[in-house]
């Protein structure tokens, strides 16, 4: 059996800078357990050969001319969904007989959706896939009824089908390191550099990795994509639909033990001394020097572990000295003489403390991405994050002063947003010296919030669900609002005017210009005589 797997583009208006970690997962399974499947791998996100905004496809058409596969696996976040439908088009019309899984985000969240949308799937994976898909690839091998196979969505006989859903794995050191090795990672170390701290800013050569899985929190805005707990099915209006949103209390809590993670973390040192950093073959010899943990929300896995995870990790890594020489030296870094490896993170404000800062930045790491979201108490309350301003002022405050670099996320335009909650976030910027442009809240597929306002998603969209798809990118562009207080053209003249005032440092003119917007949609149109 061939298999070829392919990355999709996703922001393409910026560089490729972060591996697909779950996909090269897939590939080290396959690898290790299945070595009668040969595969290829297609990174058309790395290459950017295709011209999505365009539907142009010269490096894919190249690839599906250079072989033929019985299978072609493609996955990635929803936010890649156009470059995923021009993909799916064209490999039908090169290679007919193939047949197409999808999964990872874009297709956990609306199975049934996109079994409806894009009609060149033959099957799709519904949350994890590590079991799923090699006993998919299978089931096809053999030309068996996939209905044995749990966790999948399916054609049969001109109809749509599911099976049972299934379990989530118990143990992650059952699984294999990301094979990077397929990865053009020439072109990802070019691209190391991100602006989070000082560190992660001057990397030669970062690499994405993910030690824990799942997060315990309900955030009503963001999404649960069959990794959070195990999933369930219902079926509303005769379609059968993962049960989405946050599960809160039910969400089962898994990471790498500390052994796992200095095995990881020694594999990403020693194996790739060999890729160059730039297109002159500079950086032979050097290893990844900065690792950047993409799990969900590290510290809260922490908490699970009543805070004795981080600190074996910790612990594991000294012993194999794995520590940055600034970090044993105790002195400021220097790229000059100091190779990493260097960490980034996530965290909680309401979980965040001393002594796990303390454990961290013995570790290595530089930045902690906190999910602040925002300021005003009803809000953060109506979110379900556990969280509140006072918690949220706390962690910036300890975070700088452990001598990490805290990445405040801000988001406005929720449900319930106000004049007054807009203003108590600038009153905190300025309070607390933050500097950011803020997001405006996204409904994505897979949120408690999708569900529960998709009625006045679709109105934004005159009924047409695949057209608000087709605009999700990565929250910096405006699609469907929840919030009713302030119409789009309003948000986005509001999120300017905020970016700008904490860029400027100008506060006060913002609270002028929100005052006069106030008093405009309030009492209409003021008209002057001239």
């Known amino acids: 059996m061939k298999v070829l797997f392919i990355n999709p583009s996703v922001r393409y208006y910026d560089e490729p800078r972060h591996v697909p970690v779950g996909m090269l997962q897939l590939m080290g399974i396959l690898e290790r357990d299945h070595p009668n499947i040969k595969f290829q791998y297609y990174d058309q996100n790395a290459y950017r050969i295709d011209d999505v905004e365009n539907k142009k496809t010269k490096g894919l058409d190249e690839v599906l001319r250079s072989d033929d596969f019985d299978v072609i696996a493609i996955g990635g976040l929803i936010t890649a969904y156009r470059s995923i439908k021009l993909t799916v088009k064209r490999i039908k019309e090169l290679q007919p007989h193939v047949k197409i899984i999808g999964g990872g985000g874009f297709y956990s969240a609306i199975p049934q959706d996109m079994m409806e949308f894009l009609l060149e799937l033959d099957y799709g994976c519904v949350g994890e896939s590590y079991e799923t898909f090699p006993e998919l690839l299978n089931a096809i091998d053999k030309n068996e009824d996939p209905s044995y196979v749990k966790g999948i969505f399916y054609r049969k006989d001109g109809e749509i089908k599911f099976t049972d859903p299934r379990s989530l794995i118990a143990d992650m050191d059952w699984l294999p390191f990301p094979a990077y090795k397929y990865a053009p990672l020439d072109i990802y170390f070019k691209n190391s550099g991100i602006i989070m701290s000082e560190e992660s800013l001057k990397s030669k050569k970062r690499l994405d990795a993910c030690m824990s899985l799942s997060c315990p929190f309900l955030c009503r805005f963001c999404w649960d994509l069959g990794i959070t707990s195990n ?19 039910d969400s089962i809590v898994r990471h790498h033990s500390a052994k796992y993670f200095a095995d990881y973390v020694e594999h990403l040192r020693k194996d790739f001394l060999n890729i160059p950093w730039d297109e002159d073959g500079n950086g032979v010899g050097y290893p990844v020097d900065f690792i950047a943990t993409v799990d969900e929300n590290l510290v809260a896995h922490d908490a699970q572990t009543r805070f004795t995870w981080l600190s074996d990790v910790k612990d594991e890594l000294w012993k194999r000295d794995l520590i940055p020489d600034c970090v044993k030296k105790g002195i400021p870094h220097d790229p000059k003489t100091c190779d990493g490896p260097h960490y980034g993170g996530t965290s909680h404000a309401g979980l965040i403390n001393e002594k796990t800062l303390k454990t961290l930045k013995e570790i290595g790491f530089t930045y902690l991405d906190y999910g602040l979201e925002h300021w005003d108490n009803k809000i953060l309350r109506n979110l379900g994050k556990g969280a509140t301003a006072d918690s949220n002022a706390r962690a910036v405050k300890i975070t700088l002063e452990a001598g990490i670099s805290p990445i405040p996320n801000q988001i406005i335009m929720f449900p319930d947003e106000t004049w007054d909650s807009l203003n108590t976030m600038l009153d905190a910027w300025e309070k607390t010296n933050i500097v950011t442009s803020p997001f405006i809240c996204t409904p994505y597929p897979g949120a408690e919030w999708y569900i529960k306002y998709k009625d006045y998603i679709l109105d934004q969209y005159n009924g047409n669900l695949e057209s608000f798809i087709e605009d999700l990118e990565d929250a910096t562009k405006v699609t469907a609002i929840l919030t009713k ?42 008209t002057h005589k001239i």
């Open 485 to 526: 207080e302030f119409t789009p053209a309003e948000a986005v003249g509001i999120q300017n005017i905020m970016s700008n005032a904490a860029i400027t440092g100008d506060f006060k003119n913002a609270r002028r210009l929100l005052s006069y917007s106030k008093k405009i949609k309030e009492h209409g149109i003021i």
């Open 231 to 249: 999933t369930k099915m219902e079926v509303n209006d005769g379609k059968p639909e993962p049960v989405t949103g946050r599960p809160g209390k």
